[in-house]
C-alpha cells in the first residue's frame, strides 16, 4: 500500500515562497497508475486542489493559483515537490500530498505569519 | 468550473440507524468513455481524508460494506446503513471528470444524536 508522507517548514513569511516535498514508499513514483497531486485545507474549511503531477512531468493547475504554484517531481528520489510563491495569511492550511484521490499523507499545517 | 453541492451541511444521526448525503454537480459527470468520476471521501476529526468510494459506487479497499454510493449524471448519494461511532467526521464529494483536476464539496458533518 502506497504511503506518502509531506515535509517542510511549517512557517512561512508573507510575500516569500512556500516549499514542500512528498515521499513516495511502497511504491515507485514513475508507475503509470497515479497522478501525483496537492491538496490544501484551511483551519476548519474545506479541501481545494492546488496541482497534480504524472511522472513525465506533465502537470495540471488550478487556474485560481497557477500563477504561483509550480510542481515537480525526482523520480530518483522518489519524491514531488510543491512551490507556492508569493504567499499570504490565505495560503495558511493544512498541504497534503495525494496519489490523486486514492491515498492521502497526513498532512501538514503551513502558517504564513510574519 | 463544475460545482459540487451537498446536502445536508450537517446530519445528526442516531447509532444504529442509516444516514444519507446528497451531492449535486452543476453539470453532468458523465465522461466521454462512459465513466462517471465521482468519488466519496471520510474525515474523522484530526484526521487526513480517506477514500470510501470511487466511480460512484465502487467500495475503496478495507472499506466496510455498510457504506454505499449510488446516482448517475449530476445527482449522487452516499449513504450508511446503520451509522456507528467510527463514522463521525465531515464527509466530502470529489468529482474528477476532467481528471487529474478536482473539485469538491462543501462537506457534510455526520454527528451523534
Known amino acids: 500500500q502506497l504511503q506518502l508522507q509531506e515535509s517542510g517548514p511549517g512557517l512561512v513569511k508573507p510575500s516569500e515562497t512556500l516549499s514542500l516535498t512528498c515521499t513516495v514508499s511502497g511504491g515507485s513514483i514513475s508507475s503509470s497508475s497515479y497522478y501525483w497531486g496537492w491538496i490544501r485545507q484551511p483551519p476548519g474549511k474545506g479541501l481545494e486542489w492546488i496541482g497534480s503531477i504524472y511522472y513525465s512531468g506533465t502537470t495540471y493547475y488550478n487556474p485560481s493559483l497557477k500563477s504561483r504554484v509550480t510542481i515537480s517531481v525526482d523520480t530518483s528520489k522518489n519524491q514531488f515537490s510543491l512551490k507556492l510563491g508569493s504567499v499570504t495569511a490565505a495560503d495558511t492550511a493544512v498541504y497534503y500530498c495525494v496519489a490523486m484521490g486514492d491515498y492521502w499523507g497526513q498532512g501538514t499545517l503551513v502558517t504564513v505569519s510574519s | 468550473d463544475i460545482v459540487m453541492t451537498q446536502t445536508p451541511l450537517s446530519s445528526p444521526v442516531t447509532l444504529g440507524q442509516p444516514a444519507s448525503i446528497s451531492c449535486r454537480s452543476s453539470?453532468?459527470?458523465?465522461?466521454?468513455?462512459?465513466?462517471?468520476?465521482l468519488s466519496w471521501l471520510q474525515q474523522r476529526p484530526g484526521q487526513p481524508p480517506r477514500l470510501l468510494i470511487y466511480k460512484v459506487s465502487n467500495r475503496f479497499s478495507g472499506v466496510p460494506d455498510r457504506f454505499s454510493g449510488s446516482g448517475a449524471g449530476t445527482d449522487f448519494t452516499l449513504k450508511i446503513s446503520r451509522v456507528e461511532a467510527e463514522d463521525v467526521g465531515v464527509y466530502y464529494c470529489m468529482q474528477a471528470t476532467q481528471f487529474p483536476v478536482c473539485t469538491f464539496g462543501q462537506g457534510t458533518k455526520l454527528e451523534i444524536k
Open positions: 453539470q453532468s459527470l458523465v465522461h466521454s468513455d462512459g465513466n462517471t468520476s
